[in-house]
DNA sequence: GATGAATGAGCATTCATTCAT
DNA sequence: TATGAATGAATGCTCATTCAT
């Protein structure tokens, strides 16, 4: 599969570095406060405080600001949940389905308006397997992790288990925050979504625990995420 | 909160439902099929054969018209729903999950791109609650339905379990459809969403039922659902 | 052979057609006084005196003006050509030729500058089949014409030196024109041209006249074709 | 008239040379391929392979490079010309004027794109007589030389004749050309141009051969002149 | 000399909306 | 009521040219 490259050329001279990001972090923040209506070349140029002419000599087209910053936005997420995930030192399994999800809640926190449009770009340039992939993989790795060691929760989940489940956390999180639900970061949401994770990486077993045996402990939730 | 009337007038003489009518139509129409890129009012009053002065007379602005479509399509889905699990004459457990199921997936399975676009409108002008809450009645519904009738599996599900459970769902099914994701029409895929379904239905218990004791039978698929 | 059709809707209220003459004179003049590079569909709306929309309801595009506006022009010199030649009460053969001179250098005497890019246009679209076909035909008419009368001088002309003669004349026509020669409007080139289109008219034939008895007579010319 | 000089400084260093003969094969191939819409200095210097400083270091702006490539060219079709005459050992009159076709048709025979553009880019620079001159220069030698000889054909040519001539015969070749006729390269398109050049270069006179008299022998036309 | 990053005026085109008929 | 011609602000993008390094 051919990788798209959405920069016109690359960056020679060191000060082309600071204005690609001056670029970008304009783009974002158009983004996250304007929406897309008012994602326009112009006014990110503006904004950056570049002329019009020096974003166009960077990408070739509006469209292309959007799928860069997306990929690297998309980095950001696996980068932050594998991170975190090598960061418990002893990964218990206890502690393995919460670190996940709050990794996740945090890397779906801010600037959610951006990462719309940014998946949604994405999506529309029928580029939607970079944005699946990555988190699947996440997903597989920390599976794969787990059934080496012990005796394992994650043994048997199915391709199509692990599909519903990385969309069905994604989801229920995306959701919330959309909505900008007031569970958002409180302790009984959080609960529910690493229920959730334990529920469903058990779902292609047969034989499963109860919910009372499932290993999770009193949660400590701060109220920021 | 104020009830937001995006109609400039009432439609009065049957001619105006028409006219409403091809309105909606093409509206549709074009925003399935060419995004919301070429969603603008001349192609609308183009395609549903009416003079874009008449178009004006009927919505106030653009706007106007996504907002009141998305009324229309999620009244559509809430009736749908509950219409299906009516149809069950003799609703046990075991068919209501997949009764659910099937009105979500064939719900969402038509007009993707319209929907979405429709959902982002009322999100968009703040009025996500109404695209929220008639999910929620529909489930609550379901849910109390069953807590009247037997010892019922879904007694204790609490608002931030039923919160996740509904996007829990909604998501898979959204992000496989959005995706033209190959698992959709596959026996699998349902099932794992009907399991989901029991599953949150009962995250909230302390006294849960084994896998092996929930409530599906030997599913039968057909490919086409 | 298609014909394009560069209008974007046939106008239905008669104000249209003041619109759309105002743009083609507005067209005309830009193209004459300032060039094809000032040629921009802003400054033909501002010099019509109307706006930029209404420009863009007539025509689908820039390039669409300059179609609309080289088959007018086109028509125009075919019609006069065809009409001088009909005004002639008793088209003797030693009045044709000049008639047809006279009214080739009248069709290309005015905005030359506009004709130039106008039948680039043609050429650059594609079209330029339409820009040799009317003159052909003038050609060939006049010929006919000639053959069925009398002896006439023109029997013969092969089609490769009907090509040949049409390029030749419009050639040694246009090329004065726009280097502005000061032999324009003298008695001389005209005479000259005169005689290359008598001359090319026999050119296929193996009986010719001498050029002493070819069929011209003393000419009287106005200093302003 | 004063000769405007379109360079900003002449090469002293062979390296110079270099760069500037770069920069007009640059040019030349994007005028031929592309036209003058994809003109611009920034392609021009991208394919030469040099900065765009450094071209600006040659050229004072864009036009410039136009004029001095227009010069060169036109240079190129006289000497070619004049060389192809001077091959002809014993140019007797019969194969003077298929010399002078076939030179003609040879130089406007390639590039002819990008020597269109040329031409256009001295008419607009009020440099048109740099154009015409050298044609004539060209067929004035031509003709001088043959009433030196013999009793020679070309003995009366007015100097309005020899302008109309000049005009016929390229506007001839250049229509065939610039409409890609299929005439081109045939023995009879060649033909009716021999013709045409030995018919013009008696219209002066009072006393003309007849056409089965002029001196054109059985021509023996290779497919691609 | 050479480089290439930066500039910004300029242009084509779209589309929500108005209002005279 | 319906029509559709007209409006013009807004926006994506190009390219000639400059100048600091």
């Given amino acids: 599969m051919q990788h798209i490259d959405p920069y016109r050329k690359k960056p020679s001279q060191p000060r082309s570095e600071g204005t690609i990001e001056a670029i970008f972090e304009a783009a974002a923040r158009i983004l996250q406060t304007q929406g897309l209506g008012r994602f326009n070349t112009n006014a990110i ?10 974003l166009y000599q960077y990408f070739p087209d509006k469209n292309a600001i959007l799928i860069a910053m997306a990929r690297r936005e998309l980095n950001k997420v696996s980068q932050a949940i594998i991170g975190s995930i090598n960061a418990e030192l002893t990964p218990d399994d206890s502690e393995l389905g919460r670190s996940v999800v709050r990794a996740l809640l945090k890397a779906f926190g801010g600037r959610q308006r951006m990462r719309k449009v940014l ?14 992939r990555p988190v699947e993989e996440v997903l597989q790795t ?4 787990q059934s080496r060691s012990q005796g394992g929760y994650f043994k048997t989940l199915t391709p199509i288990g692990l599909y519903v489940m990385t969309r069905a956390m994604i989801g229920a999180i995306r959701s919330a925050v959309m909505e900008q639900s007031s569970h958002l970061g409180t302790a009984a949401f959080e609960n529910e ?6 529920y469903c990486a058990h779902s292609g077993s047969d034989d499963l625990p109860r919910f009372d045996q499932l290993p999770w402990s009193t949660p400590s939730i701060d109220k920021n995420p």
């Fill in 45 to 54: 140029a503006r904004v950056a405080g570049v002329s019009i002419g020096t």
């Fill in 119 to 132: 998946i949604e770009a994405l999506i529309a340039n029928g580029l939607s397997d970079e944005l699946t």
């Fill in 142 to 145: 920390i599976l794969t992790r």
């Fill in 193 to 198: 979504l690493v229920k959730l994770f334990f």
